[in-house]
Every structure is written in structure tokens, then in C-alpha cells.
């Protein structure tokens, strides 16, 4: 079963959850809650509508293993101020990037240059968010669209504009009248293919979603073997600082953390790790526990209190 979404900010090796959850970056959390639910009851195995059994098995899994990880990331207001940093940082990073990523929806491209974009950002995710779920085909293009849109709208809040087919760096200026006589449209050469992810990108990427469903032990084999292709890869040893942190390893974590900001002094999970381990030590003991998946489908849908 393909849980792979690779556009938007997930091109950033980055787990955009808001997408996920079809909600707005700046969702209040009852919104997200709202909008969970309504996942939930599309996905869950006593309500899910879908007629193959294929497609049921595929949505069961995608709640367990996506949809809840990612609802888990906003459950507590610790957690949500966190993800919310790391978001902002992420935005920070892309704009910086010397090649501004490219766009492919229509949305996303008319979001990079609409004068009412704050506006339109949400009315889209809106309604995209709406079909999100009506089927399994359509569930991980809707949500690399919303990603789309979210990332545009983290680098128009950076004034930066992206690359729809010419100069990303500007705004587009209106159209001057050509006094000289127009040439014929040259032809296009073709875009160069993908680029493959490599052994890093793949160890890190299932590394991520052990993370998101807090199994951090397998996500520090994973990046063990990454460690081995690139030693000084500061995405993968501030990743390993923030699994030995949640497991408690303080020391460890302390280690890769300052490895990841030697090799990049920005790496924004190593900084997220630093800020952790100098608070005080009875502010950590909340923290150090990873969020347990939400409730039961039972206890979500009005269940009897014991």
C-alpha cells in the first residue's frame, strides 16, 4: 500500500500534517478537530463507504498510520507550538533555496501571483479538503495539492514569489506593447526528468514515518544505516538527536544535536532538539512522552464513560 506524497513541502524531506488533515496552516485547533473527525468517519473501518475491500484495507492503514500521527502532532498545545515552529522554519529554508521550487497545479500557480492570495489560499484548501477523501485515488493527489498550496502561501509570507514558467525571484510586471515585429514561439526543450531520491533521502524518509507513529527505535536503525552513507548528513543527525530526546537519551541526543549544527548552524530539528534539552528538567518530564494515538474509534463517537 503507497503512502507516498512528493509534492509541496514534502519535497522538503518534511511531513506536511496540515495537508494531511486538509486544514489551513493557521487552523485553530478546533478546526482541526472538526475537520479529524470527518476523516475518521470516511476512514474507519465501521463507517468507511468504500465498496472494495481493497480500498478499505487501504483506508484503515492510511488512518493508523497517517491521518492519526498527524492529528497526534496538534492533540497537545506543546506539540502544536513545536510543529508550528518547525513549519515556519521550513518556509524560512525554502525561500532561501537559490532555485525556488516549481508548482504544477493550476491553483498553485495562480495562488504565487493573486493579489487577494491570503484570501484564496483558504477558500482553496477549503475546497479541496471537501473531496479529500471520496476515494483512495484521490486522497494522496488532493493532499500533495494542498501542499502545493501551503507552500506558496509560507513563501508569499516571505515575499518571495515562486517559478511559474519564468523569473521566481520577481513579480510579474504588466505586459509593455512590443513595437518590433513578433517572432514566432521557439520551440521548448522538455523539463529534465525527477530527480532520484537518494539512499539518504530513503533512509530518511522511513525514518520520518516511524517518527510520526513514535516508533523512535526503528527510526534510529534507519538512520544508523544512513549514517553510513553520509557520516556528516546534518538532516540525518539532527533526526537522531530528536528520537534519542524523545527515548530519553539526553547525552545522545546532546551529541547528534551539536554534530547536525557543526555540519549546518540552521538545521531547524537539531535547533527544535536544543531548545529542548535547555529547558528545565521539570518542564521536559511532560514533554519527553510521546503523544499516544487518539482515542478509541468508540470513545471518539459519543461511546458510554466508564
Not at 80 to 86: H, I, Q, S, V
Not at 121 to 127: A, G, I, L, M, Q
Request: charged share 30%; with cysteine.
Amino acid at each position: 500500500m503507497s503512502f507516498e506524497m512528493t509534492k509541496g513541502l514534502f519535497k522538503f524531506d518534511f511531513t506536511d500534517q496540515h495537508a494531511i488533515l486538509g486544514v489551513p496552516l493557521d487552523a485553530e485547533f478546533n478546526d482541526i478537530r472538526k475537520q479529524y473527525m470527518k476523516i475518521v468517519r470516511r476512514l474507519h473501518s465501521d463507517t468507511c463507504p468504500f465498496e472494495e475491500q481493497a480500498d478499505k484495507d487501504w483506508a484503515n492503514q492510511f488512518l493508523s498510520k497517517v491521518v492519526n500521527p498527524a492529528y497526534n502532532k496538534f492533540s497537545k498545545e506543546g506539540d502544536r507550538k513545536e510543529y508550528n515552529l518547525l513549519v515556519t522554519a521550513i518556509g524560512k529554508r525554502a525561500a532561501k533555496e537559490p532555485q525556488k521550487p516549481q508548482v504544477e497545479s493550476a491553483i498553485a500557480k495562480q495562488l504565487a501571483t493573486a493579489a487577494n492570495w491570503e484570501e484564496l489560499y483558504k477558500t482553496e484548501v477549503t475546497k479541496l479538503s471537501v473531496k479529500q477523501y471520496e476515494s483512495v485515488e484521490k486522497a494522496l493527489e488532493v493532499i500533495d495539492q494542498i501542499s502545493e498550496l501551503n507552500m506558496v502561501y509560507l513563501l508569499r509570507k516571505e515575499n518571495v514569489m515562486i517559478s511559474t514558467g519564468g523569473d521566481s525571484s520577481k513579480p510579474p510586471t504588466s505586459a509593455k506593447p512590443e513595437s518590433k515585429t513578433v517572432k514566432p514561439p521557439t520551440s521548448v526543450s522538455a523539463p529534465p526528468p525527477p530527480k532520484k531520491d537518494s539512499e539518504m533521502d530513503k533512509y530518511c524518509r522511513r525514518a520520518q514515518g516511524f517518527m510520526d507513529s513514535k516508533n523512535f527505535a526503528k527510526a534510529i536503525l534507519e538512520l544508523r544505516e544512513a549514517k553510513k552513507c553520509e557520516p556528516k548528513n546534518s538532516r540525518c543527525q539532527a533526526m537522531l538527536a530528536m528520537c534519542y530526546f524523545q527515548q530519553g537519551q539526553a547525552t545522545m541526543a546532546k551529541i547528534e544535536m551539536k554534530n547536525a549544527l557543526a555540519s549546518n548552524p540552521e538545521e531547524p530539528m537539531a535547533l527544535e532538539v536544543k531548545k529542548k534539552l535547555e529547558q528545565p528538567v521539570s518542564a521536559k518530564k511532560g514533554d519527553d512522552k510521546p503523544a499516544g494515538l487518539f482515542a478509541s474509534f468508540t470513545n471518539l463517537f459519543g461511546g458510554k464513560k466508564k
